[in-house]
């Protein structure tokens, strides 16, 4: 299902999980070739700031659609934005062509645009953007802060990534360009077992549905952190 973009080029296939049942049994397939861990690599994430719902937000925020650090390709377009950007009906767009991911089907898609509209109206913004579709692994971080990069065989630079829980990732804020938060809903691929199809849904018992918690994480159904352009003023 995935594209496997930046994740290290040894990475076959991936994993779920997270664990629970819903339609009925859990997609289990399976993740070799995970990248070694580089010298001076840390496991924990980039130490920002949490979210909260309630939290007053100040700020610019981020541009989601610039590439940071990525000069040849310095922008990036939203994909299939839907929604009318309202707090009840808050606009969801992609930052990728879902259509070029090997075996995500129409389902899968409405999965994931109806899982980042209800954590968009929870939290309180307009606007939601699918960074990367559901998948198993997360980057490791420097001891600053950064993201570990490690170099492939074929030359080209990645990030490191370790095993995690089923996760999509996702900006949010007022607007398409404006991101005040970004970080990971938990999710449980699931099979339906009259269509055989694999489905997506929301955690909704971290106790019970997650398994691995990387250090700087929580077992929670998601959790975000503050973008570096924004910041609490305070909260109600």
Request: hydrophobic share 30%; with cysteine; proline share 6%.
């Amino acid at each position: 299902m995935s594209s496997q973009r930046g994740w290290c080029p040894d990475q076959i296939g991936r994993k779920s999980n997270t664990r629970g049942n819903g339609w009925g049994t859990q997609s289990t397939q399976t993740s070799r070739g995970l990248c070694p861990p580089a010298l001076g690599s840390s496991r924990s994430r980039s130490p920002s700031t949490p979210f909260a719902p309630g939290m007053k937000l100040a700020g610019p925020g981020t541009n989601p659609l610039r590439r940071p650090g990525n000069r040849r390709h310095a922008k990036r377009d939203v994909h299939f934005l839907e929604g009318s950007g309202t707090l009840d009906d808050p606009s969801v767009g992609w930052l990728f062509d879902w259509r070029t991911l090997q075996g995500f089907t129409n389902a899968m898609r409405q999965d994931h645009v109806d899982i980042a509209r209800k954590s968009a109206q929870a939290n309180g913004f307009r606007c939601i953007l699918i960074r990367k579709e559901a998948h198993g692994v997360q980057c490791t971080y420097t001891a600053i802060g950064t993201r570990t990069i490690i170099t492939g065989l074929n030359g080209r630079s990645y990030c490191e990534v370790i095993p995690a829980d089923d996760h999509m990732t996702v900006f949010m804020g007022p607007d398409h360009r404006t991101a005040m938060v970004s970080g990971h809903i938990y999710v449980l691929q699931l099979t339906d077992p009259a269509t055989g199809e694999t489905r997506l849904r929301q955690v909704d018992d971290p106790e019970t549905q997650r398994g691995i918690v990387n250090p700087g994480y929580s077992r929670a159904a998601e959790e975000f952190w503050l973008t570096s352009g924004s910041w609490c003023a305070s909260k109600n």
